[in-house]
């Protein structure tokens, strides 16, 4: 499956911003879809996580009350609902794709086998 990810910009502290994931190819519902993000010189950490049916989530305690994954499987895309954003949200965030059902999130970006191209936003005080 191939990713593409968008909807980065300016966004002000306490304001909100939805990242979207196209995916294509193979059947976007037999895939377990994850966000992650990796600010300046810091290492590439989960936000959330969305089983193909969109049944099941799970969330990074740091995005837990303030963002919301979703996925529309009719238009094969998958969506971060991020709300009461701060300064420390800054980064680019990546879309990634795990063929399998979601029992547990995977936190390791190693077990991933496709990624978006990332997108990136900046929160500003």
């Known amino acids: 499956v191939q990713l593409q990810a968008c909807g980065g910009g300016l966004v002000q502290a306490q304001g909100s911003l939805r990242l979207s994931c196209a995916a294509s190819?193979?059947?976007?519902?037999?895939?377990?879809i994850t966000w992650f993000r990796q600010a300046p010189g810091k290492e590439r950490s989960f936000v959330a996580t969305?089983?193909?049916?969109?049944?099941?989530?799970f969330y990074a305690e740091s995005a837990e009350g303030r963002f919301t994954i979703s996925r529309d499987n009719a238009k094969s895309t998958v969506f971060l609902q991020m709300n009461s954003l701060e300064p420390e949200d800054t980064a680019v965030y990546y879309c990634?794709?795990?063929?399998?059902?979601?029992?547990?999130?995977?936190?390791?970006?190693?077990?991933?086998?496709?990624w978006g191209q990332g997108t990136e936003f900046t929160v500003s005080s």
């Open positions: 990634a794709a795990k063929l399998g059902q979601l029992f547990r999130p995977t936190y390791s970006s190693k077990s991933y086998s496709s």
């Open positions: 190819g193979r059947t976007v519902s037999l895939y377990t």
């Open positions: 969305i089983s193909g049916n969109g049944e099941r989530t």
